[in-house]
């Protein structure tokens, strides 16, 4: 019986996060926006949900998972993973704490689960990343 080391583990970990990140954005998106049709969602927050943010979302998603096995060799790009996770957790804090949540429910559940959970969500996210990042050791000279 073959086990695999705590290295082996921890890099499959690792890895199923950026997929596990990937697929967040992507069926997140997908799912709350109605394969991008949902207008409530859209117009709650125009300047970061509008369609060309759903779409810069998905391509997020799939910047995630294009890295699930190269993480360690692109230490840098994970850094600007946890900026742009950031910049969607203080938009997300701007939203919840100048916009009617319950107005959002009120015209449409999707968005309004969406507009709950987003910022959480990414705040998760971005606390992966900075591990990853803080974990993966620089490239020698």
């Known amino acids: 019986m073959m086990f ?6 921890r890099n ?3 890895q199923n996060g950026f997929i596990l990140a ?7 998106v997908l799912v709350c926006s109605k394969a991008l049709t949902n207008e409530v969602m ?12 759903l779409v810069s979302i998905l391509l997020w998603g ?10 360690a060799q692109v230490r840098w790009l994970i ?3 946890v900026i742009e996770k950031l ?13 009617s949540l319950s107005q959002v429910y009120d015209q449409d559940l999707l968005a309004g689960i969406f507009y ?13 990343f900075a591990f990853v990042f803080l974990r993966t050791q620089p490239a020698s000279l």
């Open 87 to 99: 910049a969607y957790v203080i938009a997300w804090l701007s939203f919840i704490t100048t916009e």
């Open 12 to 14: 499959k970990l690792i």
């Open 22 to 28: 990937g697929l967040s954005n992507i069926l997140g």
């Open 79 to 81: 850094a600007v993973f």
């Open 42 to 53: 859209m117009n709650a927050q125009p300047n970061v949900m509008g369609l060309f943010g």
């Open 4 to 9: 695999e080391s705590a290295g082996a583990v």
């Open 116 to 128: 709950t959970i987003y910022g959480a969500n990414d705040f998760l996210f971005m606390i992966f």
């Open 62 to 71: 799939l910047g995630y998972i294009a890295v699930y096995k190269s993480y």
